[in-house]
């Protein structure tokens, strides 16, 4: 009932958050800051949880530095890429299609839709803060050593894109050094693997082993569900030279055949 009882409390405090975006974005008339807010959605939940219970345990320090570190970088990443280029295409497509009824659809259709799926994704993290004060462990072990691999690929992948797209001579060339060279969404795969070491946190809960749905769920949204495919589809068509770089570069995991 204790877990149950958190994890109502966080989906509240994600609610409030969301929709106090989703507010500022009436404001803005931009709905490309929910992508902002995404990562803070999920960590902010988890980090008011901790301060409110006031113990700090090895496990729970480590379980905030974890989420905190994700979401602050994620989040800057995002909106710094994002500023001063306007209304993402999603979004600008929905605002045309929706017309005066966007203002209060986009609500649903962005925050409440993406808040749910914040919801679901974050058992792992509910699990860890639900455990409360625990030693460290053999978890703790596995999830700094997933948590490390999926935010360098994560962080680094997005670092070389970024100075990719600011070096380059022609917007048809394709990244293919650097972690690039070992997956074609190395960014991606550092999301998924970062989401499964939150839920190596949430094992310390006796109800822990929940939390294994979620990564697998995001693994498979970030490498066939939607964000890659999408990704793909999108570069087929305007990079002629990434139908060789399919051939010879895995799609998502690193070090597997193309």
């Not at 090895?58 to 530095?65: I, K, R």
């Not at 969404?185 to 970062?194: C, D, K, L, W």
């Not at 929940?210 to 999408?230: E, K, Q």
Request: net charge positive; hydrophobic share 55%.
């Amino acid at each position: 009932m204790w877990f149950l009882s958190l994890y109502m409390r966080a989906a509240v405090i994600t609610g409030a958050l969301l929709t106090g975006v989703w507010i500022l974005s009436l404001v803005k008339r931009d709905c490309g800051i929910m992508d902002a807010a995404y990562p803070l959605a999920v960590a902010v939940p988890v980090l008011v949880l901790l301060v409110r219970r006031g113990s700090w345990s090895a496990h729970e320090v480590l379980t905030a530095l974890m989420v905190g570190a994700w979401a602050l970088r994620m989040s800057l990443h995002i909106g710094l890429r994002n500023a001063g280029h306007g209304e993402d295409g999603r979004y600008a497509a929905w605002r045309r299609r929706f017309a005066g009824h966007w203002w209060w659809w986009s609500f649903f259709q962005v925050f409440v839709m993406q808040g749910v799926t914040v919801w679901l994704w974050s058992i792992g993290l509910i699990a860890a803060v639900a455990a409360g004060a625990h030693p460290l462990g053999w978890q703790h072990v596995l999830a700094l050593a997933l948590f490390a691999l999926g935010f360098s690929f994560q962080a680094v992948g997005d670092l070389q894109l970024e100075r990719f797209k600011r070096e380059r001579t022609d917007r048809s060339q394709v990244l293919d050094t650097g972690l690039w060279r070992l997956s074609r969404h190395p960014n991606y795969f550092g999301e998924a693997t970062v989401w499964w070491s939150f839920a190596a946190l949430g094992l310390v809960h006796p109800w822990g082993w929940l939390a294994l749905v979620c990564p697998l769920y995001v693994t498979w949204f970030m490498s066939a569900g939607s964000a890659t495919p999408m990704q793909e589809r999108y570069l087929q068509k305007t990079k002629p030279a990434y139908a060789d770089y399919m051939r010879r570069v895995p799609v998502f995991f690193p070090w597997t055949r193309p």
